[in-house]
C-alpha cells in the first residue's frame, strides 16, 4: 500500500473553518438549522463542525446528532459479512429544519441515499443539505452531489481515502491509500 | 465492543444451545438498536424487504406468534402463517412434506413451532432454509430466553453475577431449559424450584441448584422466573391438585413481602392467575411481565435480522 497525505496540519484545520463560515453564510444563527452526522466515520466531522460552530456564535444552540443507516443500507444480504449497527441519537426534532447531512468521504453516494430514507423516519425537514470533508470526483452511482466540499479528489475505485481524526487516532488527516504493483 | 464483523456463529437458531456468549451479546446489542427504532414515530425499517418468512405453527401460541409477526412486519418481510389445526395436516400430510410444499412457495425462512422435541433440528437437516424454532416440545425455546435475559439486562446492566430461581413445572417446560443454558453462558447463577415430581432427575448435572422449598429458593434469588403449570402435557397427575401445587409454589404478595430484598418477577406466559402468581404480584411494579414482552419484539427482530443478513 502506497500512501498519499492529501490534507492534514494547519491546511485541515483552515479547511474545517471555512466549512463552517460556509454554514454560516446560509444557516445565520443556526436556530433553524440542525446537524446530522452520518455513522460510523461521519460523526467526528459532524461533533468538529458542531464546536467549531459554537466557539464561532456563542450564543447560538447548535443541534448535533448522530444517524445510523445500517437498516436502510441496499447491500443487505449482499455482502460476505452481515452488517453490524451503530446507535443512532436524535434528540431534537428535524421536523420543519434545514438538515446539514455530514460525511467524511461521498463516492458512490449510496451512503447518503441511505441516510436520506434513514433520516425521514424522524420527519419531514423543511431542506436537506450535504456537507463532505472529501469528494471522490466522477465515481458516483447515484444522482447526488454536495453542497459544501472540503476538497475534491480524483481517484481511481481501487483506491481508498482515509480520514483520521486527533480525537480517536491522534492526528487530523486525509490520506490516499493506492495498492502498490 | 467485540468484534462482531463475522455475524452470529450459526446459520439457524434451534436453540440456545448451539450459541456461543459472543453470539448472546450480538443479539443483545442488535435488539438495542432495534428498541430504540421501535420507540421513534415511525417504527419500521426496510432492511429485509426481499425475503420471506414462513410462520409454521403446530400448536397453539399468542405472544410467540404475534411478536415473530410484528418483528417481521417491522423489518418490512413478507410473511405468511400457518396454523396446522386449519391446515392438511389434519388430512395426513408429512412435516417435511408441509414445509417443502411451503418452501417451493419461494419461502427463505421458516419460523416453527411443533410439539415434537427437535423439530426444528430435524427440518434444518432436511429442508433448504434458515429456521427458527420458536419452541419445539419440552425442548427448547430460545427468543424466549434470550428476550428473557435482555430483560435482566435492561434491569440489572448485566446478567453475569445474578441469581436466577427458575419456579414452577420444570419438567415440562422449554423455557426453563433454554433460560439455564443462555443465563449460564452469560455468567449467572441459576437454580430451579418445584414439587420433586416436576423437576427432571438429572437436572444437577446441568449446573444448577435445586431446591423444593419456595421461600428458600425466593430469598436467595435476584430475579424469580415463575413458569405456568402445563397441564396440556401433563399425562399423569404430578401432584394431589391445584390448590395444593398454589399452597406451597403459589407466588402471593405476603411471601414477597416477607423478604428482606426487593425480587424482580418474569413470567413467559401466558399466566395462570390465582396458581403460580397472584394477581397483585403479576400487577406489582416488582413484575417485568410485560417489559418482556415489550422487548420479545426487539429480540426477534435482532435474531431475523442477523440470520437473514447472512448471504444466501
Known amino acids: 500500500m502506497q500512501n498519499l497525505t492529501l490534507l492534514d496540519g494547519q491546511k485541515f484545520q483552515i479547511t474545517i473553518m471555512r466549512l463552517c463560515h460556509q454554514l454560516i453564510e446560509n444557516h445565520d444563527d443556526f436556530s433553524n438549522s440542525v446537524i446530522l452526522g452520518i455513522q460510523p466515520r461521519g460523526i467526528y466531522l459532524a461533533n468538529r463542525i458542531a464546536y467549531e460552530l459554537q466557539q464561532i456564535l456563542p450564543d447560538a444552540k447548535i443541534l448535533n446528532g448522530n444517524l445510523d443507516i445500517t437498516f436502510f443500507r441496499d447491500d443487505f444480504r449482499r455482502r460476505e459479512s452481515p452488517l453490524v449497527p451503530n446507535t443512532t441519537k436524535i434528540d431534537f426534532i428535524i421536523e420543519g429544519k434545514k438538515v446539514i447531512l455530514v460525511d467524511d468521504v461521498l463516492w458512490t453516494g449510496r451512503t447518503i441515499r441511505s441516510a436520506m430514507d434513514a433520516m425521514l423516519a424522524f420527519g419531514r425537514p423543511q431542506k436537506v443539505e450535504l456537507l463532505v470533508l472529501v469528494d471522490r470526483r466522477f465515481s458516483r452511482h447515484l444522482p447526488i452531489e454536495p453542497d459544501y466540499i472540503g476538497i475534491q479528489v480524483d481517484s481511481i475505485n481501487s483506491q481508498k481515502v482515509l480520514v483520521s481524526w486527533k480525537e480517536t487516532d491522534q492526528e487530523d488527516k486525509v490520506i490516499l491509500l493506492s495498492e502498490k504493483d | ?312
Open chain 2, 1 to 312: 465492543m467485540s468484534d462482531y464483523s463475522k455475524g452470529l456463529s450459526t446459520k439457524h437458531l434451534l436453540g440456545i444451545k448451539d450459541l456461543n456468549e459472543r453470539d448472546i451479546q450480538l443479539i443483545f446489542e442488535t435488539a438495542d438498536t432495534f428498541k430504540d427504532v421501535l420507540n421513534r414515530p415511525i417504527k419500521k425499517v426496510p432492511s429485509l424487504r426481499d425475503v420471506t418468512i414462513a410462520n409454521v405453527f403446530f400448536e397453539n401460541s399468542t405472544r410467540t406468534r404475534l411478536s415473530f409477526e410484528l418483528a417481521q412486519k417491522r423489518l418490512s418481510a413478507d410473511t405468511i402463517n400457518f396454523a396446522a389445526s386449519s391446515s392438511s395436516v389434519s388430512k395426513g400430510e408429512t412435516l417435511i412434506d408441509t414445509v417443502n410444499n411451503i418452501l417451493a412457495m419461494k419461502v427463505d425462512m421458516i419460523v416453527i413451532r411443533h410439539p415434537y422435541p427437535g423439530a426444528g433440528i430435524f427440518l434444518s437437516r432436511k429442508v433448504n432454509a434458515q429456521i427458527v424454532n420458536a419452541g419445539d416440545g419440552a425442548h427448547e425455546h430460545p427468543t424466549q430466553a434470550l428476550l428473557d435475559a435482555f430483560s435482566i439486562r435492561e434491569k440489572y446492566g448485566d446478567v453475569a453475577g445474578k441469581k436466577i430461581a427458575i419456579i414452577g413445572d420444570i419438567l415440562h417446560s422449554r423455557v426453563a431449559l433454554s433460560n439455564i443454558l443462555c443465563l449460564q453462558k452469560l455468567g449467572a447463577e441459576v437454580m430451579v424450584c418445584g414439587p420433586t415430581t416436576l423437576i427432571p432427575k438429572y437436572i444437577g448435572s446441568l449446573g444448577v441448584k435445586v431446591e423444593f422449598d419456595l421461600l428458600k429458593a425466593l430469598n436467595w434469588c435476584d430475579v424469580a422466573n415463575m413458569l405456568r403449570i402445563q397441564l396440556e402435557r401433563q399425562d399423569i397427575k404430578y401432584f394431589p391438585s391445584l390448590r395444593e401445587y398454589t399452597m406451597m409454589y403459589g407466588l402471593n404478595k405476603q411471601i414477597l413481602d416477607s423478604l428482606d430484598k426487593e425480587i424482580l418477577i418474569m413470567h413467559p406466559g401466558p399466566i395462570n392467575r390465582g396458581v403460580e402468581i397472584t394477581s397483585d404480584v403479576a400487577d406489582s411494579k416488582q413484575s417485568i411481565i410485560l417489559d418482556q414482552v415489550e422487548n420479545g419484539v426487539a429480540i426477534r427482530m435482532a435474531v431475523l435480522y442477523l440470520l437473514a443478513g447472512q448471504k444466501p
